[in-house]
């Protein structure tokens, strides 16, 4: 089993636009050991042409590993990676812990090949006339190939609300931006050390 994963200068998991390198990762007789690792510098200059390039040099050197790490892959990146097959996972952290996370839930799927998972809603859930919840952590945990964006961006483009309550395990990168430049009106609230509650306000 290979799993590659965004790193940052500290060590940590990265964006992919801030990471500086791409590590690949094997469990061998209970622990993690890097198999290879690549540079990573997303291109600024020759547009998309060359950032199309560029993630297929990336893809060739990930070879057979299909499972990918990062804090967050959005953009031509995240869908050369998936045109390519890949399974994206968006988690925080350190490396190990990631690799864990991830080693724990497909060994769970595996020991529960009868049982029908029922994948959550992409839907948030009306709990009072104009107030939604959706926890974006509980379907990434049945699906790690969707991203916080996929699910959050068509909800905040299109549903009128007034209160839309987000559950997740970490602020997704771009969803943090659009708070900070004035772009939405949000609190964030830790639940606990593995969940965090965004309050986001509509115009409803």
């Known amino acids: 089993m290979e799993i590659a994963i965004l790193i940052e200068e ?7 636009q801030e990471a500086d390198t791409i590590q690949v990762y094997h469990h061998h007789c209970g622990i993690w050991e ?3 690792s690549m540079p990573l510098a997303l291109p600024t200059a ?6 199309r390039r560029y993630m297929q040099t990336v893809v060739d050197f990930l070879g057979e590993c299909r499972t990918l790490v990062g804090l967050s892959v959005i953009g ?28 724990a839930a497909e060994d769970t799927a595996r020991e529960l090949p009868a049982m029908k998972i029922i994948m959550p809603s992409l839907q948030p859930r009306e709990i009072s006339p104009g107030c939604y919840t959706i926890s974006i952590k509980d ?19 299109k549903m009128d609300f007034h209160r839309l309550e987000v559950i997740c395990s970490h602020v997704p990168p771009w969803l943090e931006q659009q708070i900070i430049t004035g772009q939405l009106t949000a609190q964030i609230i830790p639940i606990n050390q593995l969940e965090t509650s965004i309050i986001i306000s509509g115009d409803s």
Do not use: M
Not at 10 to 16: E, H, K, M, N, P
Not at 46 to 51: E, I
Not at 86 to 95: D, H, Q, R, V
């Open 34 to 36: 890097v198999s290879r």
């Open 10 to 16: 500290s060590g940590a998991v990265a964006l992919l």
């Open 139 to 157: 379907i990434q945990n049945c699906n790690g190939k969707i991203t916080s964006k996929q699910i959050l961006y068509p909800l905040l483009k």
């Open 46 to 51: 020759h547009g998309l042409p060359g950032l």
């Open 76 to 103: 031509l990146p995240f869908f050369e990676l998936e045109k390519a097959g890949f399974t994206i996972w968006e988690l925080p952290g350190s490396p190990l812990q990631a690799l864990d996370h991830i080693r």
